[in-house]
């Protein structure tokens, strides 16, 4: 035993004596241009090793280079393939013995690597990953032991390197620079710490984005498993394309990849950006040939701080208060061209918001949808309104600036099938419940049909098509309004005393063409009726002007105006009209009351939003016939009242002349008639009998 210690001990100094003597004789540094001469024979490559070549023996295998540059694939410039300013690997003598490789700490620093594609397609590094063909094996040959049992490595460390890749074909280049990395002592199956930190650039547009990631990395052997406990990830964009010019993210995880089993498993994610957070997990399975993932999401922002982190305006909202809460919680599944979100919950401010979304063929998407929102005051979101009254100026720059298209192409391409339900809305101060609107695309077509369960004790119903004809998008327009109250409708909406009550009935088709409101209004056709049953008409200029016309009438002054006025009653309204090239054509406008009788004629111009009316009011005598049904006749001449002027303030005015014309109508026609009876004799005597009445029958055709 003494003997085979002794010898076992004379044989590993001789070892060492033998390692010492060959790094104390021999300077590698005289291998330069063999080993540049080898890497050139087998790569096609130049080796250029500018530094100089050190070894240590014992106990580490240790190499240390000074500047060394690889040199780049014909085609694609001078510059180095892969250059290093200094290298150190140092591995362990003795547990190679038992074909374990213990690595000690692998340092480079400055690295470079420099990737790129030229206009072909062609890669700088695709020549030094050719496969050899492999050798033919013999039938009787015995499988080979591996040559290692176990990889150890000491830890890695990459000092400020830099990366850079080209583009030719798409004309792009990205560079990565600084770049650390720090690993520590790495064993398969166990758990190393990784430090990473970069700095990315790109040159159009504009951007430089600094990462930086810790985390816990554990790979198995076959490199088939990855993972990566406690990871965090920060990311810090300034550029251009950044909304806010300056934009940080931060992302917490654990991930599992098992490349084998093609599983991918992400959770406790927990990302912050723009003043908003995501928390969830995620699965993933066919990660490689046909991915699909699943998981549980949670979106929380306060709008308003995510809009100014990104830079964005936040609106102008009549409630200041509105846009600070949002909140949407779903469970996701997705893969290579769908995507659905179901048990969907949301929040915004005081409106919950519940449904499942579903979307198919991203290159032309097809939707479909079903959505619920228990309450909300849509007032609160619309734009504030200006204190300040519009000039004149503005309404004519309004006018002659050029008009916007609206999107009517676009939409009746999309492919939709879902549905909207609104317990309760507010809109303009109108107040809706039972709200629904479904939505039907094919990609020619959209229809939209939305419904009002509860308007004002009545309902609302509308069918709305978009299409295209040619290169004209179309748009058709069918409504119904039923037993809705107008007098609480019309107060809601004006916010003060409606100057129309009653129980409200309107039919209405209309339909034009065209990209812009007013290719539509230009093309618009159709027909409308509008009935008031059982209401009063509160209207100040008419009513004013037709106590005026009746004191005309009696010879007797103007009364002065007055706001109160008493209401006029009715039994009936009636407004029936059709509508050709944006033009409304009167066919019957008829107010029908035991006091009055008002008829009415003219054209309302939708495009150049004029109106040219004329009113006939009657005064009503109401007596009793024969048969002892009651009539009404007129009991004074009429009051004619011309509107004329915008729509959006017309002018009123008593049509004298023609009130006079009226006036003195017997008169003239008493007149004509003595005139034509004289005429007549004359004719008789001097022409004969009869020829005057048949002149005057001949002349009157």
Known sequence: MKYLLYSLIGIVLVVVVGLATVVLLVDPNTFRDEIASQVEEKTGRKLMIEGDIKLSVFPWIGLELGQVALGNAPGFGPEPFARLEGAEIRVKLLPLLSKRLEVK????????????????GRTNWQDLTRKEKPAQKKSEESPKEPALTELVIGGLTVKDGVLLWEDRQAGKSVRVEHLNINLDQFRFGEPVDLDLGFVLRLEDPALKQTVSLTTAMLVDEGLKRF???????????????????????????????????????????????????????????SIIDQPHFSGQLKLQLNPRKTMASLDIRPPETADADVLKLAELEFNLAA?????????????????????????????RPKIGFKMKIDTIDMDRYLPKPSQTPKSKTAETKKKTSKEKPLPLGRLASLHLDGSLMIESLELKHLKMEGVRIIALGNGRELTLKPEIKRFYRGNYLSTIRIGTSGRQPILHIESKLQQVALGPMLQDYLGKSPPLEGTAFMDMGLAGKGETITSIKRTLHGNMAFHVKDGSLTNVEILTLIKQGEAWWKGEPAPPSSKQIEKLRFVGL????????????TD?????????????????????????YSIRVLRMRHETDKSGQEIAKARKLPIIIDI?????????????????????????EKKKAKIEKKVIEKLDKKLGPGIGEALKGLLSR
């Open 105 to 120: 700490r692998i340092v480079l620093d400055g690295l470079r690597l420099s990737l790129a594609k030229d206009t072909r």
């Open 227 to 285: 993972e990566f406990r406690k990871l965090k990830l920060q990311s810090r964009a300034e550029g251009e394309i950044v909304p806010s010019g300056r934009l940080a993210v931060k992302l917490g995880s654990n991930i599992v990849m098992d490349l084998e089993r093609q599983t991918l498993s992400v959770n406790d994610l927990e990302a912050q950006a723009a003043d908003a957070s995501l928390q969830g997990q995620l699965k993933g399975t």
């Open 335 to 363: 893969g290579a061209d769908t995507l659905s979100l179901q048990n969907l919950q949301g929040v915004l401010d005081d409106t919950h918001v519940a449904g499942q979304l579903r979307m198919s063929s991203f290159a």
């Open 574 to 585: 009636d407004f029936q009209a059709s509508v050709q090239n944006g033009i409304v054509h």
């Open 588 to 612: 019957r406008f008829l107010i029908d009351s035991r006091k009055l009788r008002v008829e009415g004629t003219g054209e309302i111009d939708l495009v150049q939003e004029q109106l040219d």
């Open 644 to 668: 004329t002027g915008p729509l959006a303030q017309p002018k009123y005015m008593l049509d004298v002349a023609a009130m006079a014309q009226a006036r003195f109508q017997k008169q003239i």
